[in-house]
């Protein structure tokens, strides 16, 4: 498992509340841009939010959706890049 850093914790934290906050208002399609600079660990940190807001979902209550689906896009063939990444965490 990866040691996350305190500004990825805090990262994750703020994408999870707003992934929350949007998933609430329902009925839109809402979109979440996540930028960081290169080698700050976007890959880890989506990885662990997602993880974190699914397990979420089921047990807290503060939101209308107990599962949601994710789609990864990137260009070229980073989504693959980003898949191994993934597999190892």
Known sequence: ???L???QRT???ELKARVVRLLNLGGRRNKIVFK???GSGKTVMVSAMRDELQRELKESG???YTRVAWVW???NKLHQQ???SMRRL
Do not use: G, L, V
Request: charged fraction near 25%; glycine fraction near 0%.
């Open 36 to 38: 960081a600079p290169t």
């Open 11 to 13: 990262a994750i934290h």
């Open 73 to 75: 896009i990137a260009p």
């Open 82 to 84: 980003s898949y191994r």
């Open 1 to 3: 498992m990866i040691e």
């Open 62 to 64: 503060e939101c209308k």
């Open 5 to 7: 850093k305190n500004y």
